[in-house]
């Protein structure tokens, strides 16, 4: 690296689907490692009406990581001079950490009170991130509105089981 690159330039394709894909991965992966050992806890709360079986979350959040990776590498492959670049990778990684921080609060620490205390600040990070996204590259705001979407939904759930379990 030269001393003229910094930590903003738009890398190589393949150095830029490493940077968007590690995020991502680190953050699936961690929200399994909380999720999956606390399966049988949650089959047996009550939920609200709409929730949907357990083998439905798996593939769904499959595809939302594949999109939300996808956003990131579009931002990441942005001249680093766009104005907004660097404040989207900032809010798309804090939103990235409350996305992970949220299956410890839920699941792990089996607490529905904390997964809102989290997943509320996440939902308003992940519109920000949509519309500093959308600013500088529409594809990746597109890409990440179904997760938008599923949070809004997984919002509704994890409310539904705070009022129904307190």
Partial sequence: ??????????PSRLIAGIAAAAPVLAAALLGSFATT???????TIAKPPLTPPNWVFGPVWTALYILMAYGFYRVLRLEPATPGRRAAIIVFLAQLVLNA???????????????LIVILPMAFLLAVTIILFWRIDRVAGYSLAPTAFWVAFATYLNAGIFILNR
């Fill in 1 to 10: 690296m030269s001393s003229s690159t910094s930590l903003w330039d738009p």
């Fill in 37 to 43: 050992p606390n399966i049988p806890w949650y089959e």
């Fill in 101 to 115: 921080a949220w299956s410890f609060a839920f699941f792990d620490a089996r607490s529905a009170m904390l997964g």
